[in-house]
């Protein structure tokens, strides 16, 4: 069994306790996703968002469902109104999912959909430039099996947040490549937040610590040679 996680690993172990298990993750194309773009092309995206020079910006890639938390992040999104009331800031929801409208609602009752783009489903060739402009990549997720939109925000050059569960932690390590957020914990999500927007020192140390591991560990070309590996062991 090939497993993509150790949370998984764990998982496959419990359901088939003789099976040989091994950990071969998900990688991300280092190439596309640490690609350099212009100042035109990235102020470009900028204005057709509607985001303002100055403005931060929070971005968020999953599908709209109960289990990547957005409805935390949104209801993070209202605390933050108060906690910086000087910053302004966008948050980016990419993706589509039955809770759509489930959370714009939810955003228009917490006060913060002036505040939210729900972007909807972008081609996945335009994922770089919409992390390129981003300043933290969050998804309080409920439940993970890895979560390779984390690893490519890392790739970009993106400090992530996310929760402790599932294989998250195989590659967030709390303060180093990332910050970890309590689950369904909108309050310290929010504090999470702050932290990355407000520290340009925890900011740039998570983003170097996190780009060096996705190069080292969830290069595609590493992981191919480790299936090549396991494969020809047994053949």
């Keep these: 069994i090939i497993a993509i996680s150790n949370y998984?690993?764990?998982?496959?172990?419990?359901?088939?306790?003789?099976?040989?298990i091994v950990v071969i993750p998900n990688g991300v194309d280092i190439d596309t996703f640490s690609r350099e773009y212009s100042y035109g092309e990235l102020s470009e995206l900028?204005?057709?968002?509607?985001?303002?020079?100055?403005?931060?910006?929070i971005t968020s890639i999953s599908r709209l469902v109960p289990?990547?938390?957005?409805?935390?992040?949104l209801q993070a999104a209202g605390i933050l109104?108060?906690?910086l009331p000087t910053t302004n800031y966008k948050l980016l929801i990419i993706g589509d999912g039955e809770q759509k409208d489930e959370l714009i609602t939810l955003a228009e009752e917490l006060g913060v959909f002036r505040n939210v783009i729900f972007v909807g489903s972008i081609n996945r060739a335009e994922l770089p430039k919409y992390l390129k402009i981003s300043d933290v990549f969050v998804r309080p997720s409920r439940s993970e099996?890895?979560?390779?939109?984390?690893?490519?925000a890392m790739a970009v050059g993106v400090p992530i947040i996310g929760t402790k569960?599932?294989?998250?932690?195989?590659?967030?390590?709390?303060?180093?490549?990332?910050?970890?957020?309590?689950?369904?914990?909108?309050e310290d999500l929010a504090d999470?937040?702050?932290?990355?927007?407000?520290?340009?020192?925890?900011?740039?140390?998570?983003?170097?610590?996190?780009r060096k591991l996705v190069a080292e560990k969830y290069n595609w070309d590493k992981i191919a040679a480790q299936f090549k590996e396991l494969y020809e062991l047994n053949l």
């Design 165 to 186: 569960i599932g294989g998250i932690p195989d590659f967030l390590k709390n303060k180093e490549t990332g910050l970890f957020a309590e689950v369904n914990n909108p």
């Design 8 to 20: 998984l690993k764990d998982y496959s172990r419990k359901i088939n306790k003789k099976a040989k």
């Design 145 to 152: 099996g890895l979560g390779s939109a984390f690893l490519e």
């Design 81 to 83: 109104n108060y906690k």
């Design 46 to 57: 900028a204005d057709k968002l509607g985001i303002k020079p100055g403005e931060k910006v």
């Design 67 to 73: 289990k990547n938390g957005v409805d935390i992040l």
């Design 192 to 210: 999470k937040i702050n932290s990355v927007l407000s520290n340009n020192d925890l900011a740039e140390k998570l983003t170097n610590n996190a």
